[in-house]
């Protein structure tokens, strides 16, 4: 054998190699791309129903908030008319039950005073003079005749 054959051989013989190792990877990669491909149509085949399970919900969510946000307004309507009767009430009633209360505190005030203490001897004052009360009855003149 010549150089020349040798060196052929080894060339034929790395060919193989290279191509055995790549029959063997795109064998490897023909089976990853038969489960993705699977894998993909499994996907397809949940998530179709799913995203129609989805755009239900959404729709009853949309519903649901309409008849909340129904509520929510008549509940604001309820609140200023509660308001407003609240203000119509105190307007009404205010003033009078106010000036009943005091009337009532003022009966209570009198009431006690007049039972707790005798009343008081009464003094007339006549330009800077006080006078008992005895003298106040008689009217007497400078001279002190009646």
């Keep these: 054998m010549s150089g020349g054959e040798v060196a052929g051989i080894l060339v034929a013989v790395f060919w193989a190699i290279l191509v055995s190792f790549l029959a063997v990877v795109l064998v490897r990669l023909a089976q990853v791309l038969k489960a993705t491909t699977r894998l993909v149509a ?3 085949e949940q998530a179709v129903p799913l ?12 519903t649901q908030l309409e008849r909340v946000d129904a509520i929510a307004s008549d509940v604001q309507e309820v609140a200023s008319n509660a308001s407003a009767l ?7 009633f205010g003033g009078p039950l106010v000036k009943v209360a005091a009337f009532g505190y003022g009966v209570r005030q009198a009431l006690a005073r007049k039972d707790a203490q005798p009343p008081a001897r009464r003094r007339t004052v006549i330009v ?11 009217r007497r003149t400078r001279g002190g005749k009646a």
Excluded: C, D, K
């Design 51 to 62: 995203l129609g399970e989805a755009s239900e919900t959404v729709r009853t969510a949309q």
């Design 86 to 92: 609240s203000s119509t009430v105190a307007t009404t």
């Design 42 to 44: 499994e996907v397809s």
């Design 128 to 138: 800077g003079r006080t006078l008992p009360s005895a003298r106040r009855g008689s």
